[in-house]
């Protein structure tokens, strides 16, 4: 079971969009549409952005949005904020029954 | 809304078991469409996926951490709690409890809720 793959980093300005790939294999994301997404702020505990792919809790910004071409989940965020500068995480279901994540990436609000 | 506080020792020895409980408040441990979850950060690094368990008492454990891990509930109280033995410097982390809720035959459903988590150093 190995970790989805991505980005260490990404950055983008204030309005612009950016997007954050997670890659896996035909065992995990592109094998089930239940891949979510996390975003982290420093010394706080992990936020449901996303789930089911492109799925968004209530309360979640419309901001955010996710999808998912074969092997590879993204996440991307519109219009961003100073506020949405954080780590971010992807998880997928995998076979077997388990769990997966990501390594996460950091995204820079420059 | 439910609100999920782990708690246990912040230190633990080398060899030893670790052991925390987390408490549930907000709403019932035992309703359906949940399972509650553990998940731990080291330092520095990113998320890895522990364990799960139903109020039934049925389990899914993280393969590279199943020989180790012991997650079990006690309704009664509102809880469920995570052993993990044989420690070392590697299991150093923040642990923390989640919910996971859904409805879909997976059973391993996002974590929704989130506890705030708690440090626990591995060392002599």
């Not at chain 1, 010394?43 to 910004?61: E, F, H, Q, W």
């Not at chain 2, 230190?11 to 949940?34: A, D, F």
Request: aromatic content about 12%.
């Amino acid at each position: 079971q190995s970790a989805l793959t991505q980005p260490a980093s990404v950055s983008g300005s204030p309005g612009q969009s950016i997007t954050i790939s997670c890659t896996g294999t035909s065992s995990d994301v592109g094998g089930y549409n239940y891949v979510s997404w996390y975003q982290q702020h420093p010394g706080k505990a992990p936020k449901l952005m996303i789930y089911d792919v492109s799925n968004r809790p209530s309360g979640v910004s419309n901001r955010f949005s996710g999808s998912k071409s074969g092997n590879t989940a993204s996440l991307t965020i519109s219009g961003l904020q100073a506020e949405d500068e954080a780590d971010y995480y992807c998880s997928s279901y995998a076979s077997s029954s388990t769990l997966v994540f990501g390594g996460g990436t950091k995204l820079t609000v420059l | 809304q439910l609100q999920l506080q782990e708690s246990g020792p912040g230190l633990v020895k080398p060899s030893e078991t670790l052991s925390l409980t987390c408490t549930v408040s907000g709403g019932s441990i035992s309703r359906s469409s949940y399972y509650w979850g553990w998940i731990r950060q080291p330092p520095g690094k990113g998320l890895e996926w522990i364990g799960s368990i139903y109020y039934s008492g049925s389990t899914y454990y993280n393969p590279s951490l199943k020989s180790r891990v012991t997650i079990s509930v006690d309704t009664s109280k509102n809880q469920f709690s995570l052993k993990l033995s044989s420690v070392t410097a590697a299991d150093t982390a923040v642990y923390y409890c989640a919910s996971q809720k859904g409805s879909t035959w997976i059973h391993l459903w996002p974590f929704d809720y989130w506890g705030q988590g708690t440090l626990v150093t591995v060392s002599s």
